[in-house]
């Protein structure tokens, strides 16, 4: 019940990456860079459960992108030809890779990792890839010229991936889509099937983030111009309610999205965001607290985990540990208000 978690992504320590930077390049190569990366994780994961999460990551530790990290072994992807382009109907500009043939996966991308930091924690473990749709939308395509078929392709190539990284004894595999939140339509047109399509035989839990971005300007700007009430989730979460999908997580904490929202995952565990990754204000465990009764008020508490609105990948890394220790101390006064620890 309350069971705690993050979405994804942690700051990486100074010695592997520039601090405070979004896919900052790496500081280490080689064989250095393979033994930093699984020290970072090792960190990561030990901060985690210092903190008392239930489920823990990686911290996405191996990875400078969260998008491109998953390209790098797919035949059909040009690295070496990168192309600026707008993504996220524009919002921002992007040095992408570009789709030069048929996209397919050559071999693992994660294994390797995963098996490591599955070996280094007895808690749950969650591992994170990006969606079909979003990496379809992160890549400059010179091949399909069709978007549909495109992220059809992706998802095999994910599903192949998911299948093998739950072998590796992963507890839960979650597919980050912010592009869900931009392209409503396409959400139901063909998103959800290509997701299902990327879980399709899977055991572990399967989840879905979605969210409002990172806290930079570009996502910091694009937010003040939706409204008063942000009800985007509300032409997803129907379709994501009657999808094979387990568990959809999304922004709360000082996002305008109404919490009655919730009320459309009838059926799915709802990762709750009770952490604002925009700002370096730590949370108190009231607040923490006030974001989780709000929620059980549309969605019973064993369907309910405290997590964090989005990726803390560009967060001061004391900054971020805190907020972990945040979120385990709010949902532990709720947990004690229900009788429960
Ligand atoms: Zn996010």
Redesign the pocket.
């Known amino acids: 019940m309350l069971r705690t978690t993050i ?1 994804g992504s942690l700051p990486k320590p100074s010695w592997l990456a520039k601090p405070e930077v979004l896919w900052a390049p790496w500081a280490l190569q080689g064989a250095a860079l393979d033994e930093g990366q699984r020290d970072a994780a090792l960190v990561a994961i030990k901060e985690q459960e210092a903190a008392g999460l239930d489920i823990v990551t990686d911290g996405e530790q191996m990875r400078q992108h969260f998008v491109h990290g998953f390209l790098a072994n797919l035949s059909g992807i040009d690295f070496a030809n990168r192309k600026t382009i707008g993504i996220r109907a524009d919002r921002y500009r992007a040095e992408c890779p570009t789709v030069t043939g048929p996209i397919k996966r050559m071999r693992s991308v994660h294994k390797a990792g995963v098996a490591f930091a599955v070996q280094h924690t007895s808690r749950k473990f969650k591992f994170t890839l990006p969606g079909p749709m979003t990496i379809a939308d992160t890549v400059a395509d010179e091949h399909y010229g069709d978007r549909v078929k495109m992220a059809h392709a992706l998802a095999e190539a994910l599903n192949e991936e998911a299948l093998e990284l739950e072998r590796c004894g992963v507890d839960t595999i979650q597919f ?1 889509e ?1 592009a869900f939140n931009v392209y409503l339509d396409d959400v139901r047109e063909w998103g959800v099937a290509a997701l299902e399509r990327a879980t399709a035989g899977l055991k572990c839990t399967t989840a879905v ?1 979605i ?1 409002y ?2 806290g930079i300007k570009a996502n910091n700007d694009w937010k003040e111009s939706l409204g008063g009430e942000w009800r985007q989730y509300e032409k997803t979460f129907p379709h994501l309610a009657a999808s094979k999908i387990d568990q959809v997580s999304l922004e709360c904490m000082h996002s305008r999205v109404p919490a009655s929202l919730m009320s459309l995952l009838k059926g799915k565990d709802v990762q709750v965001g009770v952490i604002d990754v925009a700002s370096n204000t730590i949370e108190t465990p009231q607040e923490v607290a006030a974001v989780l009764r709000e929620a059980m008020k549309y969605v019973s508490p064993e369907r309910i985990l405290a997590s964090t ?3 803390m990948a560009p967060m001061p890394r004391s900054v971020a540990y805190a907020k972990l220790r945040a979120i385990t101390a709010g949902a532990a006064i709720v947990r004690k208000e229900l009788g429960v620890h």
């Open positions: 979405v980050d912010p983030h969210c971005g990172y609105n989005c990726g």
